[in-house]
């Protein structure tokens, strides 16, 4: 039950919850911010590469049944044409925010990316999903007794007038990105080639790391025809598929304080459109 | 969270005491049933796909990837199919890439490469944007290598990050980290150890723990086990 203390308890908890710079009020205004700081602040949570980090513990997790649930759940939604994995990708990543990101379990951003995607794509209704959190968890008022909780749906529904995407029917038997094969015309680059990795105004979403961006490196691998995962990310259909190439960067190239052997190198994948050719 | 949860941290001892354990559903349970429970109402999956799929997670393991590596390591043919057609030669180790769907998993799709070690070359993967692994060759990724902490890590102080791991690669091997950000799936194929001279495909597989294809340990004669064994338990593990 919810008392005045109670209420008062829970907004003091919340208000110790912060994400944003220290140095800086909450509420800013434009003269405040730096086009670094702009850019912090727009950056994907979910690239996390080379960001200062302090060593920890590596650590095995036993996985807990809703986790399994959840991770089948998605690919399932899938399976049936709710979404392409890059949607699912976008919401729990990048559109979740740094708080929730950092704070709450890997497969939560799962599970509320499940949600999102449900309500904003108009398969149910923000009504329907409360009645059924609450129907639930008055369901399971006197605990779990030892037991796993268990989906009981009412009855199967006829999913015939579901909307659906194509990607199900077009990668079937191909499966993706095979589907998308023959589909951009030549490669720009070819294997060998040295490429710059531009450093665009990447608003929204992006899957080309921040650490490469302006890197030069060279072509190691032509990969595969595919939209690029910026367009994918909004479950748009019908964009041309392009070129993916697999980069082989320094890691003196890549970090100025990169200390081990000169030969030491990182590869990583980039769509066509991040690249330019470099003498 | 239910009441319990509360992080204050007098109330820990204040609870034991007073409050009855009851094994309260949690908030990520109850989400996840209420949205399983309507999308098979409204028809979007079949509770038999998700039974299908069910079916398929549960199996998923390293074992299939070390398989491969024992057989390569045996078989020279094999090897090359196995750098040349990866797709195709896991098909031999009872992994097909088309499965559960008949599109392949939604979010590990189908596109493969296997690194092969060599003496001057040693690789390791990551996913710097989040978790992407092979999960039908190597089952589910481990907590760790989805941790801010490797991801940010391993890309930029490779060789310390490999030295927590208890690996020191010597400075005229190349340490090269591949990245899986976008659709292409990565295995290591770590070279065979000394020691091993006339050994089954079985007894090889054995040595090819999931941490030598993903670049972190190396085999070893009689290293069967994962570097790290610290384990997070879990409330209601898979199963339970």
Redesign the interface.
Known sequence: MTTASHREQKLALISRLKASYPELPEWTSGDMISSDRFWAYMKCPQDQGGQLSAAEPFLEKEEEQWELMTYILCEVLGWGGVWVSEERRRIADVEIGLSVYFGLPYYFRWLWAATKTLVEKEYISWGELTDRLVEVQDRYAGGLNGQLPKAQPKFEGDGSNVKRNRWVADSLGKGDPGMYSGQAGPAKYNVGDRVKVRDLPALLYTRTPEYVRGAEGVISRVSYESPAPEDEAWGREGDRPEWFYIVRFKQVDLWDSYHGPESDSLQTEIPERWLQASA | MSEHH??HDHDHDHEKTVKPM?????E????????????????????E??RI??EF??QIGPTPGAKLVAKAWLDPEFKKLALTDPIEACLQVGVD??NP???????D???L?ILEDSPTVHHVI?C????CYPRPLLG?S???Y????????I??W????LA??GLEIP??V???????????RFMVMPIRPEGTEGWSEDQLAEIVTRDCMIGVALPKPGVTT???????????????
Request: glycine share 4%; charged share 25%.
């Open positions: 509360h992080d009851v094994d309260e559903i949690t990520f349970e109850v989400l996840e049933i209420a949205l399983r429970e309507l999308c098979i109402e409204k028809g979007i999956f079949t509770a796909q998700h799929y069910t997670a549960e890439w088309l769907t008949g599109s392949g998993t939604i979010s799709f189908h596109a490469q990551v710097c944007l989040c978790s589910n481990p907590e760790w989805r941790s801010p902490n490797y991801r940010r890590r890309v930029r490779p060789r310390p990050v927590e791991f400075d005229n190349e340490v090269r980290i591949e990245d899986s950000n976008q659709k292409h994962n570097v790290k064994t610290k384990t997070i338990p879990a409330i209601r593990p898979v199963g339970s």
